[in-house]
T-cell receptor, first 112, second 112 residues
Framework: GESVGLHLPTLSVQEGDNSIINCAYS??????FIWYKQESGKGPQFIID?????DKRQGQRVTVLLNKTVKHLSLQIAATQPGDSAVYFC???????????FGKGITLSVRP | NAGVTQTPKFQVLKTGQSMTLQCAQD?????MYWYRQDPGMGLRLIYY???????DKGEVPNGYNVSRLNKREFSLRLESAAPSQTSVYFC???????????FGQGTRLTVV
């Protein structure tokens, strides 16, 4: 699989490979993080979340890793499928504040 | 269960016209949000309401006003539309701390 930071707009992977999408967050007070998937013409959809007292959380085919030391978040997608093609966003929430802010997003393109 | 409903889905305005974007959720959520999404810019927070009776500015509040009409409804008003406000607008809601937000399907607004 490939990994790329959110400063690059597109990640292209081969169907069946693993994908890794990275996100650097800026607010050290953030203690809750969410990954969203957005398909063309639709609103963002929740994928997985993680709280700051955890380093790793697994879902179905997805894993989120949190490294608080370097303020880094990643989303791993196992056995990437064509239906995974979308834009992916990370989001953070600082402390008890309700403010929910997003990173710029990355487009994942799956090659058949 | 409708979730988050936005109206209208599409709108074309002339410069200087005003309009209100409507958002309603039926999930008994406490917090509601308005975002705009421009190509290559990701989701930017305009205003949010942490709970009924409160509203706060987000990253890009200029040119907009909001009203948290009741727990279900959160409206976004453009008093004098400008071409720079051409965008896709998303409303979201969440129940509280450390929970994910649910999004509506968006309103595509064009200002000519």
């Amino acid at each position: 699989g490939e990994s790329v930071g959110l400063h690059l707009p597109t990640l292209s992977v081969q169907e069946g490979d693993n994908s890794i999408i990275n996100c650097a967050y800026s607010n050290s007070a953030s203690d809750y993080f969410i990954w969203y998937k957005q398909e063309s013409g639709k609103g963002p959809q929740f994928i997985i979340d993680i709280r700051s007292n955890m380093d790793k959380r697994q879902g179905q085919r997805v894993t989120v890793l949190l490294n608080k030391t370097v303020k880094h978040l990643s989303l791993q997608i196992a056995a990437t499928q064509p239906g995974d093609s979308a834009v992916y966003f990370c989001a953070e929430i600082p402390g008890a504040n309700s403010k929910l802010t997003f990173g710029k997003g990355i487009t994942l393109s799956v090659r058949p | 269960n409708a979730g988050v409903t936005q109206t209208p889905k599409f709108q074309v305005l002339k410069t200087g016209q005003s309009m209100t974007l409507q958002c309603a959720q039926d999930m008994n959520h406490n917090s509601m949000y308005w975002y705009r999404q421009d190509p290559g810019m990701g989701l930017r927070l305009i205003y949010y309401s942490a709970s009924e009776g409160t509203t706060d500015k987000g990253e890009v509040p200029n040119g907009y006003n909001v009203s948290r009409l009741n727990k279900r409804e959160f409206s976004l008003r453009l008093e004098s539309a400008a071409p720079s406000q051409t965008s896709v607008y998303f409303c979201a809601s969440r129940i509280g701390v450390n929970t994910e937000a649910f999004f509506g399907q968006g309103t595509r607004l064009t200002v000519v």
